[in-house]
């Protein structure tokens, strides 16, 4: 295919995507709290017009592009890690989870009973995603979404198998499940509307719901396969923002862009191929917990991750441009061209054709953690800093490839192959992000202080090695030694070893009442230190302990 048509089909296809998105977010009331309104529409014009063309106007960000300087995240606790809260609970990354419950995900209900009726209240044909909402025989609500007559499996397996990675990595999700439906269980609720994609409400009819069931594909059982989600129970308030925070939310202390597991959706993001994070793709819901109203923080709708976008197989530029992508845009500008992009490279090697419909195009080729870009550039996901990166990483590095298996089986893909070459993809991906990221941050934790002959000994566990990123052995660290008493510091020592501990004086402990250890790394055939590790030790009551540790921003 030559260049123009080759840049012509990505254009309208881009064209196409936007024009057929939903304009809006509906809500739902709640005593006390303020709803909001979005959309794709609203979320380009914030982000990629708005706040990007202005964005220098505040000089806070410019002195920041100017120096280098990043904002450290300001909602984790002293040991550098992110406290449990209504946006995020640490699960699989602080204690493994059962393979059980990896397969789950999140359990609200006992899951939609796919034998009974399912009672359509309304259709939603209009949009990027056609669906119905519906109720199953046991009263619950659940939004079903349906894949493209020549992508069967693709959209509704990403859909189940990202969510269940989201939460097991700490996001409040829905839950979603995998229905096989006949034709015979579909009820129409009297009174049920659909906007129908003129734009205008109609009555949804028998005669409407066969016209849409006909471009839908069947298993072969001849049954109609979707995602079913959860419809969540509460006062819905509508999208989240990436930044700022809520002033009628007493729990929402902190700018949501200073917040490390916002801005770690960058790094997730990377991981699952999740171009289309944006704000329209969460939820706030106002929900009762330990006896009173709280506001929880969702993140919804994930069957445009992986090879997946809700309208088919996702194109190649996704994931290595914005939306409206500016810089990229200029350089095809001043080479006339003939620049070719990583994106255009990856479509050569792999010579434009999907080999597994039901997985689309998802591999590794030209792939690069540091430079995978979403649809919309947020301040959130651009204030991503070492430290916060090197913490998205570990959370990932925690699934074994027996585990990601597990949750790539529950997309329930029949092509043995394809769902192989799925979870492969993935593993391979989980390495390239977490070598990526501790490469570029001290990749040092698992800090334990033990009692020593000579003092305590400090142990910890270098993740590049223990992840087999770089050789045993073959790497020195170096101790910069500080005595604090009081606001004044002194540096007592420096030294190096290329062992996974570190003594520390008794001679140190008896003489100041707080020591800090900045410890650098340095790789085999490296010149330069790595940023570094700060560890806090604390002496109280004839008793020392670990007071604080940092990672280098």
Not at 344 to 365: H, L, T, V
Not at 423 to 437: F, H, P, S
Not at 494 to 508: L, M, P, Y
Not at 512 to 523: A, F, Q
Request: glycine share 8%; hydrophobic share 35%; with cysteine.
């Amino acid at each position: 295919m030559s260049r123009p048509r080759l840049l012509f089909k990505v254009f309208a296809l881009f064209v196409a995507l936007v024009l057929a998105a939903p304009v809006s977010f509906a809500r739902q009331a709640s005593s006390g709290y303020r709803g909001r309104e979005s959309g794709l529409y609203r979320d380009v014009f914030d982000q990629n017009i708005y706040y990007e063309g202005t964005q220098y106007l505040h000089l806070e960000r410019l002195y920041e592009d100017l120096f280098h300087i990043k904002q450290r995240s300001l909602n984790v606790n002293v040991f550098d890690e992110v406290p449990d809260s209504l946006f995020f609970t640490n699960r699989h990354g602080r204690e493994r989870m059962p393979i059980e419950a990896l397969k789950q995900g999140p359990s609200a209900t006992s899951g939609p009973d796919p034998g009974g009726k399912w009672t359509i209240t309304k259709g939603k044909f209009e949009g990027l995603t056609p669906g119905f909402f519906v109720r199953d025989e046991k009263g619950e609500k659940y939004l079903l979404k349906f894949d493209r007559a020549e992508s069967l499996e693709l959209a509704t397996g990403a859909e189940v198998i990202a969510s269940r990675f989201m939460h097991a990595l700490g996001y409040n999700v829905p839950q979603y499940s995998l229905v096989y439906l006949k034709r015979d269980q579909f009820d129409i609720e009297e009174g049920a509307e659909i906007y129908d994609d003129t734009g205008f409400r109609k009555k949804l009819t028998p005669e409407k719901l066969e016209e849409f069931l006909l471009f839908l594909p069947e298993t072969a059982e001849g049954q109609y396969r979707a995602s079913a989600s959860w419809i969540l129970k509460g006062g819905i308030l509508g999208p989240m923002r990436f930044q700022g925070r809520r002033k009628d939310d007493p729990d929402d202390l902190v700018n949501h862009e200073d917040r490390r597991e916002i801005r770690a959706l960058q790094v997730f993001a990377s991981w699952l191929n999740h171009n289309d994070v944006r704000e329209s793709n969460s939820l706030d819901v106002v929900e009762q917990a330990e006896g009173k109203e709280v506001i929880r923080h969702y993140l919804i709708d994930f069957n445009s991750c992986l090879g997946s976008t809700a309208r088919g197989p996702k194109p190649p530029m996704f994931g290595h441009e914005h939306m409206l992508d500016y810089g990229e845009t200029l350089k095809a500008i001043v080479t006339l061209g003939f620049w070719k992009k990583p994106w255009q490279k990856r479509w050569e090697e792999s010579g434009e054709a999907i080999r597994y419909p039901s997985i689309g195009y998802f591999d590794n080729r030209q792939f690069d953690p540091g430079r995978f870009r979403t649809q919309l550039p947020y301040f959130s996901i651009k204030d991503l800093t070492r430290a916060d990166g090197f913490w998205a990483a570990k959370m990932l590095m925690k699934f074994t490839d027996e585990e990601i298996r597990t949750v790539v089986s529950t997309g329930e893909i029949t092509d043995g192959e394809a769902r192989e070459e799925l979870a492969k993809t993935l593993i391979e991906r989980r390495d390239l992000v977490g070598k990526y990221w501790f490469k570029e941050a001290n990749p040092l934790d698992e800090f334990q202080l033990l009692e020593s002959g000579e003092g305590l000994e400090l142990r910890f566990e270098d993740l590049a090695v223990h992840y087999g990123f770089q050789p045993e052995g073959k790497s020195v660290y170096r101790f910069d030694v500080i005595g604090k008493k009081g606001n004044r510091g002194k540096r007592i020592a420096q030294e190096e070893t290329a062992d996974e501990s570190f003594t520390v004086k008794s001679e140190w402990l008896q003489e100041y009442p707080s020591i800090d250890l900045l410890i650098r790394t340095r790789r085999d055939g490296e010149k330069e230190w790595s940023p570094f590790v700060r560890v806090e030790l604390r002496s109280e009551q004839d008793r020392t302990r670990l007071a604080g540790i940092l990672h280098q921003d």
